[in-house]
């Protein structure tokens, strides 16, 4: 069961802080642990939907998410149309 706290905190860690990364692994001799099973997409569709691309951007820009991360959580910014 995906939990919406979870989700939220995992987001905000990530693209805000950069206290975690998506995927667990080692930067500069700092181990991320990455978000639990299941968890990826939605983490991903949270910032998307409720983070903005400024927010997005900024965390590629520091290397909290990769260039595959980037473009899979772009993708899933919504398409306003008037």
Known sequence: MILEFRTS?????????GNNRLT???ENGVAYTGVAVGYY??????????????????????????????AETIALIPVVTS
Do not use: F, S
């Open 9 to 17: 905190t995992y987001a905000l860690n990530i693209y805000v802080y």
């Open 24 to 26: 667990a692994r080692t």
């Open 41 to 70: 997409t939605p983490v991903e569709t949270y910032a998307a939907t409720d983070l903005g691309q400024d927010v997005i951007d900024n965390a590629l820009t520091m290397t909290w998410i990769n260039a595959t991360e980037y």
